[in-house]
């Protein structure tokens, strides 16, 4: 069965120059001023990765495309202490799992902290409701990345 979503894409209201997007790269949305934690956003969780940087001081990167993943840019995030990556999507086999592999394969350790859906049914719901009880939001990811610091 294929799902079509009702509503609007929100990740359309930051003004991007769309015309110009590199295939398979991804785009830095914001820089922090230390490499302690970057959020890899995929998908829709462009606005949820902002706001996570209201609350923390994060480096923002767009990633654009799942496949072919930006492999270049991953590579150098692996700086950073923690990186964060925020899907709607399952966490099984889903864009966070393909970043750990990428570190892996080039014999990367560092700290990975991956946000998405479980993979399992949720309860029906409205997708806030479902997000909150994912995990897939602002509070609950920011308080977790700061126990992951400390």
């Given at each position: 069965?294929?799902?079509?979503?009702?509503?609007?894409?929100?990740?359309?209201k930051f003004e991007k120059d769309k015309s110009c997007i590199d295939f398979g790269?991804?785009?830095?949305?914001?820089?922090?001023?230390?490499?302690?934690?970057?959020?890899?956003?995929?998908?829709?969780?462009?606005?949820?990765?902002?706001?996570?940087?209201?609350?923390?001081?994060?480096?923002?990167?767009?990633?654009?495309?799942?496949?072919?993943?930006?492999?270049?840019?991953?590579?150098?995030?692996?700086?950073?202490?923690?990186?964060?990556?925020?899907?709607?999507?399952?966490?099984?086999?889903?864009?966070?799992?393909?970043?750990?592999?990428?570190?892996?394969?080039?014999?990367?350790?560092?700290?990975?902290?991956?946000?998405?859906?479980?993979?399992?049914?949720?309860?029906?719901?409205?997708?806030?409701?479902q997000k909150l009880n994912a995990g897939l939001d602002k509070d609950q990811i920011?308080?977790?990345?700061?126990?992951?610091?400390?």
């Open positions: 069965a294929i799902r079509y979503p009702r509503g609007e894409a929100k990740g359309d790269k991804s785009d830095l949305i914001k820089e922090a001023n230390s490499e302690e934690v970057v959020i890899l956003s995929f998908g829709s969780c462009l606005e949820l990765a902002l706001e996570i940087s209201n609350g923390i001081e994060a480096t923002i990167i767009d990633m654009n495309f799942v496949k072919p993943l930006d492999e270049k840019r991953i590579l150098q995030c692996s700086s950073y202490k923690i990186i964060v990556t925020l899907e709607e999507n399952s966490l099984k086999g889903g864009a966070g799992s393909s970043v750990n592999e990428v570190l892996t394969s080039n014999n990367i350790k560092t700290d990975i902290l991956s946000f998405g859906f479980p993979d399992q049914f949720l309860p029906h719901g409205d997708q806030d409701n920011i308080k977790k990345i700061k126990d992951r610091l400390n």
